[in-house]
């Protein structure tokens, strides 16, 4: 089993930055790609970025060339750099990582999120 603790987040005026980190913990076969959500208030959770276990990235289109997703396999840790914060971005930040067990099954694993609050 595969446990995320997300750190990082807090209260920062627009135009900061933070940097947020997924640590990954626990017994796998694989923690393939790692992501990035996040949900505002009264709103759906949304995809922010992820990061396959090779290195490839993809971003949500409001977050292109202001957040930055990277991974330290020997630490099992996925960071997500965010620069030009807006309050918009203000939400609960979540990790997700598709794993695959040491069964050889593929299960999703969440982190208990952490808040982003970006004042105007």
């Known amino acids: 089993q595969v446990h995320l603790v997300e750190s990082g987040g807090g209260l920062v005026q627009a135009g900061g930055s933070l940097r947020l980190s997924c640590a990954a913990s626990?017994?796998?076969?694989?923690?393939?790609?790692i992501a990035w959500y996040r949900q505002a208030p009264g709103k759906q959770r949304e995809l922010v970025a992820a990061i396959t276990a090779g290195g490839d990235a993809n971003y949500e289109d409001s977050v292109k060339g202001r957040f930055t997703i990277s991974r330290d396999n020997a630490k099992m840790t996925v960071y997500l750099q965010m620069n030009g914060l807006k309050p918009e971005d203000t939400a609960v930040y979540y990790c997700?990582?598709?794993?695959?067990?040491?069964?050889?099954?593929?299960?999703?694993?969440w982190g208990q999120g952490t808040q982003v609050t970006v004042s105007a």
């Open positions: 626990g017994v796998a076969f694989a923690i393939n790609t």
């Open positions: 997700n990582a598709a794993v695959t067990t040491t069964m050889r099954t593929n299960v999703d694993s």
